[in-house]
C-alpha cells in the first residue's frame, strides 16, 4: 500500500489552523499551574506532578493528562469530593470516563461550558489548544474561589436597576450616535426626471 498524506483539502486546512493555534509557552505555563495545585495535595498528587515535562509540542500535554487521573486531582484539590472514583485503569473507556468526570467536576463549580474542550479533544489529541484554554478557565475559576489561580481575574455580572423615572428622563434624550440633520428635510426635493406611468 502507498504512503499518502492523512487529510487533503478542508480536512489538512482546519488541522494547520488548529496546530497554528498550539502555544507551547503557554501551553508550559498552564502545566506548570498544574504541577503547583498538584503539589499541595497529598504525596500522591504530588507523584503524579512529577508526571509533567516542559511543554515544547502538544504530544508533552496530551501524555501526561490522556487518561484524566492528574485532571481529576486538580478538580479535587480545587473542590474536594468533585470527582468520587479516579479510574486507574488503562483500558480506553475508563481514560474516557476520567476525562468526562472531570468536565462534569469543572461544570460542578459553575464553569461555562463553551470554556470547556470535548473528551475525544484531549484523548485522541484532536484538539489541544482548546483543552490549553479550557485548563487557563480553570485556573480563572480557582483565582475566584480564592485558591492560586491562572490567567487574569474572572469577571462578574454587573446587573443595574433603573426606576421608572430615570428611564422616562431618557425617552426625550437624542443619542449623539444619532447624529443631526440641522433641519435639512426632503419635503422639497425635486430633482431628477419624474416617473410617467402611461395608461
Given at each position: 500500500m502507498a504512503n499518502r498524506p492523512k487529510g487533503f483539502g478542508?480536512?489538512?486546512e482546519l488541522a494547520n489552523k488548529k496546530a497554528a493555534k498550539f502555544d507551547a509557552d503557554l501551553a508550559?505555563?498552564?502545566?506548570?499551574?498544574?504541577?503547583?495545585?498538584?503539589?499541595t495535595g497529598s504525596s500522591e498528587d504530588q507523584q503524579l506532578a512529577s508526571q509533567i515535562v516542559k511543554v515544547k509540542t502538544e504530544k508533552d500535554v496530551h501524555t501526561p493528562l490522556k487518561d484524566g487521573v492528574i485532571l481529576c486531582h486538580v478538580v479535587?484539590?480545587?473542590?474536594?469530593?468533585?470527582?468520587?472514583k479516579v479510574n486507574s485503569s488503562k483500558?480506553?473507556?475508563?481514560?474516557?470516563e476520567n476525562i468526562a468526570n472531570f468536565l462534569t467536576g469543572c461544570e460542578g463549580l459553575k464553569m461555562n461550558k463553551t470554556d470547556l474542550f470535548q473528551t475525544v479533544d484531549l484523548y485522541e489529541s484532536g484538539n489541544i489548544p482548546q483543552v490549553v484554554f479550557s485548563i487557563?478557565?480553570?485556573g480563572r475559576k480557582a483565582k475566584a474561589m480564592g485558591l492560586q489561580g491562572l490567567g487574569p481575574k474572572?469577571?462578574?455580572a454587573n446587573k443595574r436597576e433603573f426606576t421608572d423615572e430615570q428611564l422616562r428622563a431618557g425617552e426625550g434624550v437624542i443619542g449623539l450616535?444619532?447624529?443631526s440633520n440641522k433641519g435639512a428635510s426632503q419635503a422639497g426635493?425635486?430633482?431628477?426626471?419624474?416617473r410617467m406611468i402611461l395608461d
Open positions: 478542508m480536512t489538512a508550559d505555563e498552564t502545566l506548570q499551574w498544574i504541577v503547583s495545585i498538584l503539589n479535587n484539590i480545587i473542590k474536594p469530593g468533585s470527582v468520587r483500558m480506553a473507556f475508563k481514560q474516557m487557563i478557565a480553570l474572572e469577571s462578574t450616535q444619532a447624529g426635493q425635486s430633482f431628477g426626471k419624474s
